[in-house]
């Protein structure tokens, strides 16, 4: 049976708070250096031109049953024709990401500047938490939780005897680490909020090709099947008409 503890209230006072008022204030220095040390790079006329067709053609596909189907055929050779259509990439003309890393040298180098802005806080406070913080149960969880949970939230700590509920300090680390994104958002802004989690995916999604959107796009406008709506529009307000006068 899982042991109840009794946390004393200095751990609440030096360490849960610290801890969490020292991630945050990492977090929202980080972002201010992250700022100071991007650099300002004039948008490739190439990747928005391709990235604004790529918007049309799903508004096409979203609003396809609004248009008669003349009118849908028009737009949908127009932005998939084989020879000359807006998403069609010949053979061979495909980018490569890589290469494009490579002979653009601010490119690598503001990928380097990410990496280091969020590696380098990451590894100290790790380490701070890890000597000064290492072996401490922080906090409790106000619902009970299944085994699973356990490496997750008590991590650093080797007692299979305590309650799940219970959260160590390496663990709250982590909580912090990639649960901060709302505090963030009400601090920084929206569009400024950015949690590490996002970070990591935009870290390993870094050097996508591009036309490969324009293909996946111009695929979907071949499969789709036009049913003109409007007539449908006309049934439902004819019945709606009907049941308003009876």
């Known amino acids: 049976m899982a042991e109840d503890l009794v946390l004393d209230t200095a751990i609440r006072d030096w360490v849960l708070i610290p801890l969490t008022v020292v991630m945050i204030l990492i977090g929202v220095l980080r972002y201010f250096v992250s700022k100071l040390m991007r650099s300002q790079q004039n948008p490739d006329a190439k990747v928005v031109r391709e990235g ?5 053609a ?6 396809a049953n609004f248009i008669p189907a003349k009118s849908f055929r028009a737009r949908r050779a127009y932005f998939s024709n084989e020879e ?77 005897t305590v309650d799940v509920s219970y959260v160590s300090s390496r663990s709250w680390y982590f909580l912090n680490l990639f649960g901060l994104r709302g505090l963030f958002s009400l601090i920084l802004g929206e569009e400024n909020a950015m949690d590490d989690t996002q970070r990591m995916m935009q870290m390993s999604g870094f050097g996508m090709d591009p036309t490969k959107n324009l293909s996946a796009e111009k695929d979907g406008l071949d ?22 006068i009876s």
């Open 52 to 56: 604004q067709v790529v918007i049309r």
């Open 84 to 160: 000359n259509g807006l998403l069609h990439v010949p053979k061979g003309q495909g980018q490569n990401p890589q290469a494009q890393m490579f002979s653009d040298p601010n490119m690598a180098m503001d990928m380097m500047k990410k990496n280091l802005s969020m590696i380098i806080p990451q590894t100290l406070t790790f380490a701070w938490v890890n000597f000064f913080f290492s072996g401490f149960v922080a906090a409790k969880i106000p619902f009970p939780l299944t085994q699973r949970f356990r490496s997750m939230l008590q991590n650093g700590i080797d007692l299979s």
């Open 58 to 63: 799903r508004n096409l596909r979203a609003g």
């Open 223 to 244: 499969i789709i099947q036009h049913e003109w709506a409007l007539p449908k529009f006309e049934q439902r307000a004819e019945a709606a008409l009907k049941k308003l």
